[in-house]
C-alpha cells in the first residue's frame, strides 16, 4: 500500500512538472516568439533546473510537440462542450462561434503559429506537424459525431463549415494581433461566420423536415 502512494505521488510530480514546463512554454512562445523561447528561459520561468527539464522531455522538440498535444486537448474539450443552447434567441451560431474564438482568437493559440513557423525549416519536423495536424483534425471530428448535446443539422453544418471557421479565425487573429483589437470590427468580422454557420445549420435543417415527396 505504502509502495503504491509513493508511486502514485511520483506519478503526480512527475506530472505535474511536465504540466508546468508545458505552460511556461506556451506562455514565453506567446509572449517573445521562438527564437527568446529556449530551454533554459524554459526551466526558468517554471522554476526548475535545465537538467530537470531534460529529464522529462529530452528534446526540445518533444517539449514543443507537448505543447501541441497540450492545446490541441483545450479544443478537443471544447469542442466536447459544444452544444445548440439558443442563449440569445437567435439559433446556436453565435455560441458555437464565439467558442471557439475563445481558444482561437487568445494570446495563447500564438504558440501554435510560432512553432509551426519556428520548426517549419527543418523538414523532419515540418513533416511531423503535418501529420499532429491531422490527427487533431480526425480527433475533432471524432469528438463532434460523438457529442449528443449537438443536433445532426448542427454537427452536419460544421463538419462542412469547420475548416472555414478556423482558417478565418486565424486570419483574424493574426489582424487583431499586429493591428490591434477593435472591438467593433472583431464583431462584425465574427458576425459574418456566425452568419454563414447559422445559414448552413437552418438550410441542413430544412432539408432534413421537409416532408419527402409523394
Known sequence: ?????????????????????????ITLLSEHGFARTTTAAIAQHAAVTTGALHHHFPTKEGLLIAVLDELAEQALVLFRG??????????????????????????RYWAVWEINLGLRPDENLHQLLIEHRTHTREQMNA????????????KQA?????????SAMRGIFLDTFFTGHDS?????QLERLQHALDQEIRSLSTNTHSPAPA
Open 1 to 25: 500500500m505504502v509502495t503504491e502512494l509513493k508511486r502514485r505521488s511520483q506519478a503526480d510530480r512527475t506530472a505535474a512538472a511536465r504540466a508546468a514546463l508545458v505552460e511556461s512554454a
Open 82 to 107: 459544444l452544444n445548440d443552447r439558443d442563449r440569445h434567441g437567435d439559433g446556436p451560431a453565435r455560441s458555437i462561434v464565439r467558442s471557439l474564438w475563445s481558444l482561437y482568437g487568445s494570446r
Open 143 to 154: 469528438v463532434l459525431a460523438a457529442n449528443t448535446a449537438l443536433k445532426p443539422e448542427t
Open 158 to 166: 460544421l463538419h462542412v463549415l469547420l475548416p472555414f471557421l478556423l
Open 184 to 188: 467593433e470590427t472583431l464583431d462584425q
